[in-house]
Every structure is written in C-alpha cells, then in structure tokens.
C-alpha cells in the first residue's frame, strides 16, 4: 500500500551558501509535496550552480497550489505559516576610511560599487578638495561634532551670534583634521581667511594670511587654519562665507 | 553727576551690569569642550558692548559701513606663555575670519583698557 499523500511532516529548509549551511524556514507539509522538496533539494545539491533563489520560490508556488487543495477538500487542520526566503544580496563589508584607503588603486569596476555604497564625494581623499563646495552639515559631519540650534542660556539677540561662532569652529575643526592650534606656541603659523566687505552687506575672499607670535583680538586659536590651502577653503566656500558673515554681522 | 566713561570701569562684572547683560556660567547645548572658548566669546562681546555704550552707542558697529572705524587690540605673546597688549588697530573694509562686529570698539581708547580689566579674557578667548 501507497503512502497517504495527504499526511502531514515537518521539515526545515536550509540552503548552502559559499560552504555555510542556512536554515530558512520550517514547513508543515504533505507527503505528495514532501516528495517534490526532496526532489528539489537533490537537484541543489546536485547542481550547485542552480540559482536557488529561484528554486525556492518553485517551491513555495507547489506548496501554495497544494495548499489551496487541501482546503478546498477541507482537510486542512493546521495553519501553514510560509516565510519567503531571504534574498542573499551582496554587500560591502568596508568602513568608510577603508574604502577611502583603497579608492585611488580600486579598479574601475570596484571603484563604481565603493561610489555607489558610499557617495563618491565621501571618497576623495583630500580633505580640503572633499570640504571645497561641501555644506556646513558636511562640516559637522567631518568634524565629528553635533548640530545644535540653541543656547537657551544666552540671550536670545545672541543666538544667532553664538551659533555662527559654533559653526565657525566646527569649521576650522573639519579642515583642521583634529589638529588643535596653540596661540601660546609661537613658532607655529596660525592662518586665517581675511575677506573684503563689499558694500551689498556680503564678503569676498580676499587672502589668507598667518600669525606666529601676534594675535589680533578678532583671532581665536579655535577660528584658526593649520595651513594656508585650510584657510583658503574656507573663505572660498560659500557655505562657510556665509557663516563668517554671521559672524560679522550677527 | 560726572558721566561715567569705560576707562572707569574696574573689572568684567561692572562690564556686565553696563551692558545689561546677565553673567551666564556655561551653554549646556555646546559640547563642553568648547564652553571655555564660548564663555570668553561672551564675555569679550559684554565687554566691547559696555563700552560702546558709555560712548553713547546701543547699536553693535557694523561692518557694512566702511566709514565707521572697528577697533581690535592686537595682542603678543610673551615667552612666559601669557599675553601682552601690543597696538590698537581699525579695520574699515577688510575683516579677518574671526571678527565679529560685536567684538569691536568704536573708540580706540577702550580697547586697551578692555585688556587691562580682563586679560584672562582674552587670552581664554585666545587660547582654549
């Protein structure tokens, strides 16, 4: 005598993906579709080229159509609960610095995948060309600092004031590199973007200029460049010229 | 009653009851390493707007107009690790990056006296 085709099993399906065994779903089947899993996991093993993806979803669409005879001859007794297979996507499993690291010998086809993972402008390398055109949320993002939007502590005509400063710090940290200027070291170069006022009420980069052992009262080691090309950047940028602006205005 | 001018004023506080302004100990929002740069923003601009204002102005001087002259004191550093006074200076029609109306005099007088009242100030707003 013949199996009952109607009787119901457990089974687990798992796959084997670059030599690892993944589990995917338990079933509740019956024997007539129990017979057709084994088949189709013969035929994996079997052939390991076979996508198996689509496999799985065969097999999912012969349980659904048994499914739907079972109940219509009222005999099922049990819920079937399906999960649909995992998509096995392929990922990037780089840091941000690492993809920096091997962006400028990565091969076109790499360097394509790092770009879209990444952003390609988070790829440059130079940090003053990366920070040239780059928002005041990129700076703080370099920077590593939070944005805030207020200083309730102050007075309120001073916030727009105090916030300016913040981002002009924040700024100069970006471009900095982490580098912290001394005022009181007098052989280092402290530079700063100096700027012409233009009678719209706007700014103009005009220079960068540097001070070893004098500081003009204006000049914090804080708003403060660790080269000339940092400095530059900044008055260049528009972002940060308007923040300079602020500064002066506000 | 003899009208009080800045080079009367002895020490940051009087600074502050002149401009009105309240002593504030700390911006909570700020990231805490930079309270001590903000702090002596603050204080540095109390202390320009108090004067300013016994000069009879309650406006902060701007610099879109170029005819009004912005006083700055420069400052050096002495091989001790601490700062000097050097010069006063103005600007009209150039700014450096770190210059803030509100930190600027309008009478040239003033701004060596600011440094004499608080020189801790400045060179906070220098160094931290």
Same mark, same amino acid.
């Given at each position: 005598?013949?199996?009952?085709?109607? !009787?119901?099993? &457990?089974?687990?399906?798992?796959?084997? @993906?670059?030599?690892?065994?993944?589990?995917? &779903?338990?079933?509740?089947?019956?024997?007539?579709?129990?017979?057709?899993?084994?088949?189709?996991?013969?035929?994996?093993?079997?052939?390991?080229?076979?996508?198996? !993806?689509?496999?799985?979803?065969?097999?999912?669409?012969?349980?659904?159509?048994? +499914?739907?005879?079972?109940?219509?001859?009222?005999?099922?007794?049990?819920? @079937?609960?399906? &999960?649909?297979?995992?998509?096995?996507?392929?990922?990037?499993?780089?840091?941000?610095?690492?993809?920096?690291?091997?962006?400028?010998?990565?091969?076109?086809?790499?360097?394509?995948?790092?770009?879209?993972?990444?952003?390609?402008?988070?790829?440059?390398?130079?940090?003053?060309?990366?920070?040239?055109?780059?928002?005041? !949320?990129?700076?703080?993002?370099?920077?590593?600092?939070?944005?805030?939007?207020?200083?309730? !502590?102050?007075?309120?005509?001073?916030?727009? +004031?105090?916030?300016?400063?913040?981002?002009?710090?924040? @700024?100069?940290?970006?471009?900095?590199?982490?580098?912290?200027?001394?005022?009181?070291?007098?052989?280092?170069?402290? +530079?700063?973007?100096?700027?012409?006022?233009?009678?719209?009420?706007?700014?103009?980069?005009?220079?960068?200029?540097?001070?070893?052992?004098?500081?003009?009262?204006?000049?914090?080691?804080?708003?403060?460049?660790?080269?000339?090309?940092?400095?530059?950047?900044?008055?260049?940028?528009?972002?940060?010229?308007?923040?300079?602006?602020?500064? @002066?205005?506000? | 009653?003899?009208?009080?001018?800045?080079?009367?004023?002895?020490?940051?506080?009087?600074?502050?009851?002149?401009?009105?302004?309240?002593?504030?100990?700390?911006?909570?929002?700020?990231?805490?390493?930079?309270?001590?740069?903000?702090?002596?923003?603050?204080?540095?601009?109390?202390?320009?707007?108090?004067?300013?204002?016994?000069?009879?102005?309650?406006?902060?001087?701007?610099?879109?107009?170029?005819?009004?002259?912005?006083?700055?004191?420069?400052?050096?550093?002495?091989?001790?690790?601490?700062?000097?006074?050097?010069?006063?200076?103005?600007?009209?029609?150039?700014?450096?990056?770190?210059?803030?109306?509100?930190?600027?005099?309008?009478?040239?007088?003033?701004?060596?006296?600011?440094?004499?009242?608080?020189?801790?100030?400045?060179?906070?707003?220098?160094?931290?």
């Amino acid at each position: 005598m013949g199996k009952d085709n109607n !009787e119901l099993s &457990t089974i687990e399906v798992s796959i084997q @993906m670059d030599g690892v065994i993944q589990k995917i &779903t338990n079933l509740v089947v019956s024997n007539s579709i129990l017979e057709k899993v084994n088949k189709t996991i013969s035929r994996i093993e079997a052939d390991r080229k076979a996508n198996i !993806e689509k496999e799985i979803k065969q097999l999912y669409k012969q349980i659904d159509k048994d +499914y739907k005879l079972l109940k219509d001859f009222n005999l099922m007794t049990f819920k @079937m609960k399906k &999960t649909e297979p995992e998509t096995q996507s392929q990922s990037l499993d780089f840091t941000l610095q690492e993809a920096i690291a091997m962006y400028p010998s990565a091969s076109e086809a790499l360097k394509s995948k790092l770009d879209a993972a990444f952003g390609k402008k988070a790829l440059i390398t130079d940090v003053l060309e990366r920070l040239k055109d780059a928002s005041i !949320e990129e700076f703080y993002q370099e920077a590593g600092r939070p944005r805030i939007t207020s200083v309730s !502590e102050l007075p309120e005509d001073l916030h727009e +004031y105090i916030l300016s400063v913040y981002d002009g710090i924040v @700024m100069y940290e970006a471009v900095n590199q982490g580098q912290r200027l001394s005022y009181l070291d007098t052989t280092t170069r402290k +530079y700063q973007a100096w700027f012409n006022l233009l009678s719209s009420g706007s700014v103009d980069f005009y220079v960068s200029l540097c001070h070893c052992s004098l500081a003009h009262a204006g000049d914090a080691s804080r708003l403060s460049a660790v080269s000339a090309k940092a400095a530059e950047t900044l008055g260049k940028n528009p972002a940060c010229q308007n923040v300079f602006q602020n500064i @002066m205005n506000k | 009653m003899k009208k009080k001018k800045f080079t009367d004023i002895k020490d940051v506080n009087e600074c502050f009851e002149v401009a009105e302004r309240p002593v504030v100990e700390s911006v909570d929002q700020i990231p805490s390493d930079l309270h001590p740069v903000i702090m002596a923003f603050y204080k540095e601009m109390v202390i320009a707007e108090s004067a300013n204002k016994l000069k009879g102005s309650d406006q902060k001087p701007d610099w879109r107009n170029p005819n009004q002259k912005k006083w700055f004191g420069w400052l050096r550093f002495l091989s001790s690790g601490s700062v000097d006074f050097y010069v006063s200076r103005y600007d009209c029609s150039f700014a450096v990056a770190g210059d803030a109306s509100r930190l600027a005099f309008l009478d040239e007088s003033d701004v060596r006296h600011a440094f004499n009242i608080a020189p801790d100030v400045f060179e906070d707003f220098l160094t931290k």
